[in-house]
């Protein structure tokens, strides 16, 4: 697994999180929040920097407030979970801003305010049955997803890994 690798990955994560949400699958649910927390930590560990573990991990677990919520109607709980990802995405823009030399700080605020604003519609979408809104917006996610992917490959590096001196396992093939 690599910087750019990692993100397809979470945003796969993330949907099965929303397929267990609307099936009300604790299972699905519970397995989906396993491999996206695990993932956080992968995601500190590959870029050198144990807080950027726990900022993905409170990510995590505000997306799945916020999923939860919408899936239930509850626009309250929806709007303070909306609320605590965005102010996430102020404090990974700070960490990554701070210690990775010549950090695109623009480039990724527009990128991760994206990734949660377009992730936050197709779910609602979803659970309002606007299957044609649900297309669109994960459409926009799946766009997202790729030039975030490319983002975190130039961040990393030509090995794509800043975290590979720090005992990161080698990738996988196949």
């Known amino acids: 697994m690599d910087c750019g690798s990692w993100w397809p990955t979470h945003v796969s994560e993330t949907y099965r999180y ?9 299972i699905l649910k519970e397995h989906a ?3 996206l ?8 560990i590959l ?5 950027a573990s726990r ?3 409170d990510h995590v677990k505000a997306v ?7 899936a239930l109607g509850d626009a309250e709980v929806a709007s303070r979970a909306a609320g605590a990802a965005a102010e996430n995405s102020a404090e990974q823009q700070g960490l990554y801003g701070a210690a990775i030399p010549e950090f ?10 994206e990734h949660i604003a377009e992730t936050a519609a197709y779910v609602g979408a979803l659970f309002e049955r606007d299957y044609l809104g649900f297309r669109e917006h994960m459409n926009a996610v799946i766009g997202n997803v790729q030039r975030m992917a490319s983002f975190w490959r130039r961040v990393c590096g030509p090995a ?3 975290g590979m001196a720090r005992g990161l396992p080698a990738a996988r093939s196949g």
């Open 18 to 26: 929303v397929l267990g949400a609307r099936d009300r699958s604790r």
């Open 33 to 35: 929040s396993h491999r």
């Open 37 to 44: 927390l695990t993932g956080a930590s992968e995601w500190g």
């Open 47 to 51: 870029l050198g920097l144990p807080a």
């Open 55 to 57: 900022l993905m991990a």
């Open 64 to 70: 799945a407030r916020l999923v939860d919520a919408l």
């Open 104 to 113: 695109a700080l623009s480039e990724f605020r527009d990128l991760i305010d």
């Open 160 to 162: 794509g890994r800043r």
